[in-house]
């Protein structure tokens, strides 16, 4: 039985995206060149309107999300373009030195990215927790954020298929589900999650991880270059897109706090806010599980913990409450 569930996901999170072409659903507050200006209009009577292949600006019938305020399919649909649309923008972006290697695993790992999204970010989010980049040991191997390969499979019961990246440093090869190391960031957070919250159900029924930024950098020598790192230049075309593609996740989801997963991310939050009009959004800050970190290694769990309870917020992080 199983094994059958398992085949049905595969296939759903192949064909949704495959259905729902990201060239469908509109997403009119994109701005490549700027922050986004984010209309106060319904994205889901949009995407419905597309699908129709309607034009007028006043809707024929009420929408299922007028009717129940919860559509599953468009959040997933929703959240999957706008990733897409980042993806490609983003593989459009020059680097310069010292990067030398760019592994973008929403190109090779999609599948296990979409079946991450089509399981479990299919209905509104209270809370967003923002990482900055894919870890070499994590989203980079698996297509999920802070995915350990054992949590991924184990606990968050995710499968599909993981290419590679065209270009690949003989390091860094990215090895899938096969992959042997394991990513502490990944186990630090969704251990906590899971020892929390039980059940992945419990933690998805208000929550979802975000990675910022899809890019993963390298030196030549193979040492990973994190965003703040990148050449001022790099860095401020990054930060755009990335802005902007945040910005529409937490509209679509309807978030009420994005809680920055160190503190560049929270820093991202703070800028994306400022500058789309999103001042309903509280923000909230979280240790980041990096092993590199000396706090980190000290007490990350009693961390996290002291700062989800100062920010009320762990009953509903738990699932106690919609």
């Not at 009119?28 to 600006?57: A, C, Q, V």
């Not at 806010?273 to 800050?285: D, E, Q, Y």
Request: charged letters at 20%.
């Amino acid at each position: 039985m199983f094994s059958y569930i398992n085949q049905f996901l595969l296939l759903i999170s192949k064909e949704i995206p495959r259905i729902f072409s990201r060239n469908l659903i509109r997403i009119d507050s994109w701005e490549m060149d700027g922050h986004p200006t984010l209309e106060k209009t319904n994205i889901f009577y949009k995407t419905s309107r597309y699908f129709h292949g309607e034009s007028s600006s006043q809707p024929n019938e009420e929408t299922l999300e007028e009717k129940t305020g919860v559509t599953p399919v468009s959040f997933a649909v929703s959240v999957l373009n706008i990733e897409k649309k980042l993806s490609d923008a983003l593989n459009q972006l020059p680097l310069s030195p010292p990067v030398e290697y760019s592994y973008n695993p929403l190109n090779y790992a999609w599948d296990t990215h979409s079946c991450l999204v089509t399981k479990y970010c299919n209905s509104r989010k209270r809370i967003l927790f923002v990482g900055m980049n894919p870890g070499p040991w994590g989203m980079v191997q698996t297509g999920v954020p802070f995915g350990d390969v054992r949590l991924v499979q184990d606990w968050l019961g995710i499968i599909g298929n993981i290419g590679r990246p065209e270009k690949e440093h003989p390091k860094r090869r990215v090895q899938g589900f096969e992959c042997s190391r394991s990513e502490v960031s990944g186990q630090r957070l969704w251990g906590f999650f899971r020892d929390l919250c039980i059940t992945p159900d419990n933690f998805f029924k208000n929550c979802f991880v975000y990675s910022y930024c899809p890019l993963s950098f390298m030196h030549s020598t193979s040492r990973n270059i994190t965003p703040p790192e990148l050449k001022s230049c790099d860095r401020q075309a990054l930060t755009k897109l990335c802005d902007a593609a945040l910005a529409e996740i937490m509209t679509v989801l309807q978030v009420e706090i994005a809680v920055g997963i160190g503190k560049f991310a929270e820093y991202r939050i703070r800028e994306t806010l400022k500058h789309s009009g999103l001042s309903h959004i509280k923000i909230g800050c979280i240790l980041h599980p990096s092993p590199i970190s000396p706090a980190a290694n000290k007490g990350w769990k009693e961390s996290v913990t002291k700062s989800m309870t100062e920010m009320n917020i762990l009953h509903i992080v738990r699932g106690d409450t919609n």
